[in-house]
């Protein structure tokens, strides 16, 4: 896998374990390896019917049981979206970032950028 799960960014090489990405500063396989009850609490402050409403797949979790990647990754999404997609590392090939840029690489992960934004506003935002 070259792109970001969250993002979209191309990191040109796969990457792995550790790896961390300039875009939205998520580190692969930590910051997206959560449990039930963290999703709650930083995503949805502890309120148990936006977690539903967001995420019914985890109905039948555990608040101590890890959630599969694909739901940690779309909450991870929807914070940065949030915080209105801001490029963490900006180094000599980015000049300037816009919104533009980042509907982008959500495209090319296969999400809609403008779909996401009211889902986003739906989280608190860690």
Same mark, same amino acid.
């Given at each position: 896998?070259? %792109? /970001? #799960?969250?993002?979209?960014?191309? +990191?040109? #090489?796969? !990457?792995?374990?550790?790896?961390? /990405? @300039? /875009?939205?500063?998520? =580190? !692969?396989? +930590?910051?997206? +390896? &959560?449990?039930?009850?963290?999703? $709650?609490?930083?995503?949805?402050?502890?309120?148990?019917?936006? $977690?539903?409403?967001?995420?019914?797949?985890?109905?039948g979790y555990d608040d101590e049981e890890y959630v599969a990647r694909d739901i940690t990754w779309r909450f991870i999404r929807l914070a940065w979206i949030k915080?209105?997609? @801001? +490029?963490? !590392?900006?180094?000599?090939?980015?000049?300037?970032?816009?919104? =533009?840029?980042?509907?982008?690489?959500? %495209?090319?992960? #296969?999400?809609? !950028?403008? %779909? $996401?934004? @009211? &889902? %986003?506003?739906?989280?608190?935002?860690?």
């Amino acid at each position: 896998m070259t %792109a /970001c #799960h969250i993002c979209g960014w191309d +990191f040109k #090489h796969d !990457y792995s374990v550790g790896d961390i /990405c @300039p /875009c939205c500063n998520s =580190e !692969y396989d +930590f910051t997206d +390896f &959560l449990e039930k009850g963290e999703i $709650l609490e930083r995503y949805c402050g502890n309120d148990k019917e936006k $977690l539903h409403n967001m995420a019914p797949e985890l109905d039948g979790y555990d608040d101590e049981e890890y959630v599969a990647r694909d739901i940690t990754w779309r909450f991870i999404r929807l914070a940065w979206i949030k915080k209105g997609c @801001p +490029f963490k !590392y900006p180094n000599e090939t980015i000049t300037s970032w816009t919104i =533009e840029d980042a509907k982008k690489q959500l %495209a090319s992960i #296969h999400y809609k !950028y403008d %779909a $996401l934004v @009211p &889902l %986003a506003n739906k989280i608190i935002s860690d």
